[in-house]
Nanobody
Framework: AQIVESGGNLVQPGGSLRLSCVVS????????TNWYRRAPGKERERVAS???????VYADSVKGRFTISTDNAKNTVYLQMDALQSADTAVYYC??????????WGQGTQVTVSA
C-alpha cells in the first residue's frame, strides 16, 4: 500500500501544472481524497478535497484556480493548478483518511512558482 505523487515542476507565475496521485492497497479510501501542501516555514494545509461521490471543496486561497478530479478506475486523483502564484510554492501531498489514520504520507511533489 502506498501513495505516490508526481507532476511537480518549476513554473512561471500565471502558468499551469497538473499533479497526479496514485493510491494503492488499503490506503484507497471509501470516503475521498485530499490534496495538501506545505510551504517553507509553514504548517501543512489542505487545499482541495473530493469525496467518492464527487463533491469537491477548496481552500479559499486556491478556489477558482485549482480543480481536483479522480479517475476511479486508476485509483488516481489529479490536481489541475492554473494561474499559479509564488504563494503556491510548496511540496504537495495527497492523502486519504485511511492514510492519515495510519500516519502515512507519501514523498510529495515539489511545485515551485518563480520567474
Amino acid at each position: 500500500a502506498q501513495i505516490v505523487e508526481s507532476g511537480g515542476n518549476l513554473v512561471q507565475p500565471g502558468g499551469s501544472l497538473r499533479l497526479s496521485c496514485v493510491v494503492s492497497g488499503n490506503l484507497v479510501s471509501i470516503y475521498g481524497t485530499n490534496w495538501y501542501r506545505r510551504a517553507p516555514g509553514k504548517e501543512r494545509e489542505r487545499v482541495a478535497s473530493i469525496t467518492t461521490g464527487g463533491t469537491t471543496v477548496y481552500a479559499d486561497s486556491v478556489k477558482g484556480r485549482f480543480t481536483i478530479s479522480t479517475d476511479n478506475a486508476k485509483n488516481t486523483v489529479y490536481l489541475q493548478m492554473d494561474a499559479l502564484q509564488s504563494a503556491d510554492t510548496a511540496v504537495y501531498y495527497c492523502n486519504t483518511p485511511e492514510g492519515i489514520n495510519r500516519n502515512y504520507w507519501g514523498q510529495g511533489t515539489q511545485v515551485t512558482v518563480s520567474a
